[in-house]
T-cell receptor, first 114, second 115 residues
Framework: DAGVIQSPRHEVTEMGQEVTLRCKPISGHNSLFWYRQTMMRGLELLIYFNNNVPIDDSGMPEDRFSAKMPNASFSTLKIQPSEPRDSAVYFC????????????FGQGTRLTVV | AQKVTQAQTEISVVEKEDVTLDCVYETRDTTYYLFWYKQPPSGELVFLIRRNSFDEQNEISGRYSWNFQKSTSSFNFTITASQVVDSAVYFCALNSGGGADGLTFGKGTHLIIQP
């Protein structure tokens, strides 16, 4: 199993630009999560999907952030326009109904907004 | 609301010493899951253990052991005979949505094992 795949691994962009982070969950997993990790706030849940449907986006910091899951094997997290305070590591994770809440994490995308 | 507290921001010990990482949680749910994840310097999150709220048996896996006590809402992690490769940030996490929702993480404990 290839695990959760995120792309890109690193992204450097200028303030004001649109940024799109991508995630491919593990095949057969029906829950997908986006987390953000910063020094100040630690690991925070931004949004999660069950069966491709967004369930809770209360962790999304602002309207500049949006996430989609058009099918069971792909999700995106978009920031438009990006700001320096969005700099963080963004993790995608997926889980299976029978995994008892164990989330399998991708390698993360390190985003730097200059 | 759920909350996970890891009061130890950083711990430094000399190799071969035993070390315990503390985790205290808060939840109103009676069914929940507790986790420990390891984040080495390379940055990935590595799953270590899951424990459900109905199973208070302590668990041992090699040099790692976990002590779950519902009476004190704690889920502590002990590394015996620590090694330099154990150096990492360790996160305790809580899920009380039956697995369908996400994890609430503590702020993490940075463990430094000195040779």
């Amino acid at each position: 199993d290839a695990g959760v795949i995120q792309s890109p691994r690193h992204e450097v962009t200028e303030m004001g630009q649109e940024v799109t982070l991508r995630c491919k969950p593990i095949s057969g997993h029906n829950s997908l999560f986006w987390y953000r990790q910063t020094m100040m706030r630690g690991l925070e849940l931004l949004i999660y999907f069950n069966n491709n449907v967004p369930i809770d986006d209360s962790g999304m910091p602002e309207d500049r952030f949006s996430a989609k899951m058009p099918n069971a094997s792909f999700s995106t997290l978009k920031i438009q326009p990006s700001e320096p305070r969005d700099s963080a590591v963004y993790f995608c994770a997926s889980s299976h109904p029978e995994s008892y809440a164990e989330a399998f994490f991708g390698q993360g995308t390190r985003l730097t907004v200059v | 609301a759920q909350k996970v507290t890891q009061a130890q921001t950083e711990i430094s010990v000399v190799e071969k010493e035993d070390v315990t990482l503390d985790c205290v949680y808060e939840t109103r749910d009676t069914t929940y899951y507790l986790f420990w994840y390891k984040q080495p310097p390379s940055g990935e999150l590595v799953f270590l253990i899951r424990r459900n709220s109905f199973d208070e048996q302590n668990e041992i896996s090699g040099r790692y052991s976990w002590n779950f006590q519902k009476s004190t809402s704690s889920f502590n992690f002990t590394i015996t005979a620590s090694q330099v490769v154990d150096s990492a940030v360790y996160f305790c996490a809580l899920n009380s949505g039956g697995g369908a929702d996400g994890l609430t993480f503590g702020k993490g404990t940075h463990l430094i094992i000195q040779p």
